[in-house]
């Protein structure tokens, strides 16, 4: 079903067929430049979309960054309309698994598309979430066919559906999702990772599990050595306009604090909405560029969703 949705995007640049530094065409098919060594640009160093529906203000924003130290942006994020509001998706390839630049998009892709269907067609939220996070699993897990071992590509999983005055969130992994507004900002979902194991068995206080060179060692992934998984759910319903984020880690490990997120995200004193400052592009810009800021050490991914969802825009007949 299509719910009129416009994703409006763009990309760095469109992939050449000649190298760009040497000018050969010897560019074989993992981007190397087999004359020069020379690694192409993917067109997914950095990407912006903005969701628009029928005359509306933006519904959401999304941009993913390659960041400052990374030769690759393994992270991806997909965005989509429904019929009462909007969802999104944020993947973030384990850099450790190759492939997992594609396990991303795999991800992130099959995943909204999944949502779309399922709540359009009158699913619940919650039950369609699930669907999608277990969809994407298997198109993930699907593409180390033929590896040794049966290992392959891996990402993380984070996603949220904000519809008919609630918000539904599932993840898998350390990408995180956030309610930001003026009355009061938290996180939506907890992670999947060594420190919080640790401090959830009491084995440390979470100043010292953070501290940890094992911190951030995940315990939930999507990936055919994952095994069987069972995604995350949570859901609530506002008391009144916000934002809801999800990002990969490459912003949360710099910027943890929901309330300095909120800052960012949210501009003037507590004004929110689509009039302000950009919309959600403008709140997902100021976030990545803070991340960036603070040494953009790994790829950021923002997506930035409205709640409520803007009414459309009443136009005078025959206009």
């Known amino acids: 079903m299509d719910p009129g949705g416009a994703v409006r995007g763009s990309t760095a640049r469109d992939r050449d067929a000649a190298c760009g530094d040497c000018g ?6 993992d981007g190397f430049c087999e004359a020069c060594g020379l690694r192409q640009p993917s067109g997914h160093e950095h990407v912006e979309a ?4 029928d005359g509306r203000s933006a519904l959401g924003a999304g941009i993913s960054d390659l960041g400052l ?3 690759r942006n393994e992270d991806a994020f997909a965005l989509a309309a429904l019929p009462h509001g909007a969802c999104g998706v944020v993947c973030d390839g384990v850099a450790t698994a190759p492939g997992s630049e594609e396990a991303a998009r795999a991800a992130a892709q099959t995943a909204s598309a999944v949502l779309l269907d399922r709540i359009a067609a009158g699913a619940d939220p919650g039950e369609a979430t699930r669907e999608a996070a277990e969809q994407a699993g298997r198109a993930v897990a699907a593409l180390a066919d033929g590896a040794p071992g049966g290992s392959g590509p891996a990402c993380t999983f984070v996603s949220a559906v904000v519809a008919a005055g ?3 969130v599932g993840w898998l992994g350390d990408s995180r999702a956030y309610w930001l507004s003026p009355s009061g900002s938290f996180p939506l979902t907890r992670d999947d990772s060594w420190a919080v194991r640790a401090v959830a068995r009491g084995e440390l206080s979470a100043e010292a599990a953070w501290a940890d060179r094992r911190a951030h060692l995940l315990t ?3 990936g055919a050595d994952a095994g069987a998984f069972d995604p995350h759910l949570a859901s609530f319903e506002p008391s009144g306009p916000g934002l809801v984020l999800i990002c ?5 490990n710099r910027l943890p604090d929901a309330a300095a997120l909120a800052s960012l995200a949210l501009p003037g004193r507590g004004a929110c909405g689509p009039e302000a400052a950009g919309g959600p ?3 997902a810009r100021r976030l990545l560029g803070a991340a960036l800021d603070a040494g953009g050490h790994d790829n950021v991914t923002v997506v930035v969703i409205e709640f409520p969802p803007p009414e459309p825009t009443t136009r005078e007949p025959g206009r």
């Open 220 to 222: 939930a992934w999507m």
């Open 166 to 168: 609630r918000v539904t």
């Open 69 to 71: 130290r990374r030769s």
């Open 248 to 252: 990969s880690d490459g912003l949360w």
């Open 281 to 283: 592009m403008g709140a």
């Open 50 to 53: 903005e969701l628009v529906v």
């Open 24 to 29: 050969s065409w010897a560019v074989a098919a």
